[in-house]
């Protein structure tokens, strides 16, 4: 019979059971790993909050109805099926002890976010008395912490291993662990290395360059737990540029722990550091200082003079006929040529002065003068100047070559005043020797003045229009009468004439050494000879004797392909190179005249006649003579515009009837204006070909014809 005190008592067993199972599911809820009691057949009975978030992400959980987004690997291409693996564990239980475990580390995909985390899977099968299953507990663990630290550990590992040197300390600076590559660039054992701190080291090994004592090194350390400087390292068996960094690891409050040193040897950097330097400031050819250097150092030299209120100079060095060298021998001749002409320089210059490669063919030279006034500064700058152009005009051999060339120097002193710069300079010295080409003295030397700049503005405005010419057919060829004995026709010469819109006719005399210095004489040379050859054909069709001479540059002349131009012209145009003669300065026979000679006797077997122009104001080298085809010398009109009142012009020009009555030249006196000139000439013992203003000005093609050759029937035409 149930008394009211056993009802009571069951009672308060049964709150009693009910706050124990209430205690347990709490303690079993708040845990941080996720618990699953299963039945045998693998459904749910029991599972904690932890166990939801990181395996079924369901209010309602039933592993058979969810595809759990489980995988073997990080990147979640293998699955993993966790039912067939719980029904293995199931399976072995009665294999195993009672109470072995099993586990597997999976990687689960979040299915909204994509975040993957590594869960460690513990199944436990539990057994009833008589040994069957009546459950199976599933623990599972989030083990992202885990395999971040471990990740951490390996990222520390390499880095501790690379090959920059690392060494950690304890709390007292001592060194705990030096890497091998630590151990190898203080070139001391691992065991000496142990025993000392790091200041000690510091203090024996190292030297600082960006301060002076270690003890400033542990004041900025303190003050911002980093410190990182070059330094240079004197191990035991060497010595080498390195940059340290220091980092001092501290707790939150700010007691150190541990302080890290790492050392990266930078000696190949500084190296590549010092090439890269030397590249920036120095020609790579000559191993002079570059454009770049000279404008600096020259600032600092002029700041200098400045404030000493002293005076210097800066020359500006361009060498004649270089293109032509190159042009003709190739760019390895005129590199070797550059190399020689520094070697020559510097041998002049000694180190008082500053030699600097500023452009392909151009140098500078930094005068050290310290002259106590602008006028001295300029003497001797000048006087310097003859120097160097006695230097270089001086043969120079190359690969069994005789090259020659000389030089022309602008000359800017400075400072002139306080708006003075280097760029400037720069620039008036090279306006001083663009000058100094048209000067007709051997000396090509020009100090620079404020006019220059004028000059060049106009120059400049030629180049411009120069280039726009011959596409606005703004060129046109011109005629000029060639008489011969009893004043009678013998041929022609075409003059090319410029006539633009603004500037109007530009003579040729100005335009001319433009177009030689942009090579845009090239494309001209080949309007004026196609134009030439195609007149030479309509003249010839009526007067077959009549003979054309055509100016041609030397800059043209010596292009690789120059004779091949010329045979195509005659092919296109059907001219009879017979009746042409090819007009040369002495000019292109300098620089390389066994080249030279080759061309003009290809010339000569094609049937041009070849003519040497301005004869006697060249190079007064009378040997290539002998070996050139030539047919016809012109006398220079500056000999003729003083006869016969001079008598050493008179001289001259009988020297030349000399030379060429006994080599059987042609004689053509360009340049002829008075009846006393041509009395003169008429009075010599050989027929000289007459040009010039008094029988003939440069004309149109139409007015020569109807001046010259609408006269003449094909029996009188010239022979």
Request: glycine share 4%; with cysteine; charged share 20%.
């Amino acid at each position: 019979m149930t008394t009211p005190s056993t009802v009571r008592t069951l009672k308060q067993t049964i709150v009693r059971l009910r706050d124990e199972k209430a205690t347990k599911c709490q303690i079993i809820h708040a845990l941080t790993d996720g618990i699953l009691v299963l039945k045998p057949n693998l459904t749910i009975k029991s599972i904690n909050d932890q166990a939801k978030n990181l395996l079924i992400h369901s209010a309602e959980p039933n592993l058979k109805q969810h595809s759990l987004s489980l995988f073997k690997n990080k990147k979640g291409t293998v699955s993993f099926k966790l039912l067939p693996w719980l029904e293995r564990v199931k399976q072995q239980a009665h294999k195993d002890d009672e109470h072995a475990e099993h586990q597997v580390l999976v990687w689960r995909i979040h299915p909204k976010t994509l975040e993957t985390a590594p869960l460690l899977l513990k199944a436990t099968a539990l057994l009833s008395k008589n040994g069957q299953v009546k459950n199976l507990l599933l623990l599972i663990y989030d083990r992202t912490l885990h395999v971040q630290i471990d990740e951490q550990k390996r990222l520390m590992q390499v880095a501790f291993n690379s090959l920059n040197g690392q060494c950690i300390t304890n709390e007292k600076g001592f060194i705990t662990h030096p890497n091998p590559s630590f151990v190898q660039m203080s070139g001391l054992s691992t065991q000496t290395l142990i025993r000392m701190t790091f200041t000690q080291w510091f203090e024996q090994y190292v030297h600082f360059k960006s301060v002076s004592t270690v003890t400033s090194v542990l004041a900025t350390l303190l003050k911002n737990k980093t410190w990182s400087g070059e330094v240079e390292i004197n191990a035991q068996t060497t010595r080498f540029d390195a940059l340290i960094s220091l980092s001092m690891l501290v707790d939150d409050e700010y007691n150190v722990e541990h302080y890290m040193v790492s050392i990266q040897n930078i000696t190949d950097i500084k190296a590549a550091q010092l090439q890269i330097q030397h590249m920036a400031f120095y020609d790579e050819l000559t191993e002079l200082p570059n454009r770049r250097f000279t404008t600096e150092h020259l600032q600092l030299a002029l700041n200098r003079h400045q404030t000493q209120s002293t005076y210097g100079a800066l020359l500006h060095i361009n060498l004649e006929r270089f293109k032509t060298i190159n042009d003709a021998f190739g760019r390895k001749t005129g590199d070797l040529f550059l190399s020689q002409t520094a070697l020559a320089l510097q041998s002049t210059l000694g180190s008082n002065h500053t030699l600097t490669r500023v452009g392909g063919d151009e140098f500078a030279i930094i005068c050290s003068l310290h002259s106590t006034t602008l006028a001295k500064a300029h003497s001797q700058a000048i006087q310097l100047s003859h120097t160097i152009c006695d230097a270089l005009n001086q043969p120079i051999e190359i690969a069994g070559l005789t090259l020659h060339s000389s030089a022309r120097i602008g000359v800017a002193c400075f400072p002139e005043n306080a708006t003075d710069s280097a760029e400037n300079l720069l620039i008036n010295a090279d306006l001083a020797a663009t000058k100094a080409k048209q000067l007709k003295n051997s000396y090509k030397i020009y100090a620079y003045d404020p006019t220059l700049s004028i000059e060049v503005k106009k120059h400049r405005i030629l180049e411009d229009a120069l280039n726009q010419a011959l596409a606005q057919e703004q060129f046109e060829l011109f005629y000029q009468a060639q008489m011969g004995a009893q004043d009678a026709l013998h041929g022609v010469e075409t003059l090319v004439r410029w006539n633009h819109p603004i500037l109007g006719t530009v003579p040729p005399n100005t335009f001319i050494p433009i177009a030689e210095e942009n090579r845009e004489i090239i494309k001209i040379g080949l309007w004026i000879l196609t134009k030439a050859f195609h007149q030479a054909w309509l003249w010839n069709k009526t007067h077959p004797n009549l003979n054309m001479s055509i100016n041609i540059s030397p800059i043209q002349f010596h292009e690789a392909d120059f004779v091949k131009h010329l045979i195509d012209l005659l092919k296109m145009t059907h001219a009879n190179p017979q009746n042409l003669t090819l007009e040369l300065t002495e000019g292109v026979l300098i620089s390389d005249t066994e080249t030279a000679l080759s061309k003009l006797e290809a010339l000569s077997q094609l049937g041009f006649k070849i003519s040497i122009d301005d004869f006697g104001t060249g190079y007064s080298s009378l040997s290539y003579l002998q070996k050139l085809p030539l047919h016809e010398l012109k006398i220079d009109k500056s000999f003729i515009a003083r006869i016969p009142e001079s008598a050493d012009d008179i001289a001259i020009v009988e020297s030349i009837i000399s030379l060429a009555r006994h080599k059987k030249l042609t004689l053509v006196a360009e340049g002829v204006e008075t009846q006393a000139q041509v009395n003169f000439l008429r009075q010599q013992p050989v027929d000289i070909i007459i040009q010039g203003y008094f029988f003939s000005q440069p004309c149109s093609a139409s007015t020569f014809a109807a001046q010259f050759l609408t006269q003449l029937s094909p029996l009188d035409a010239p022979k």
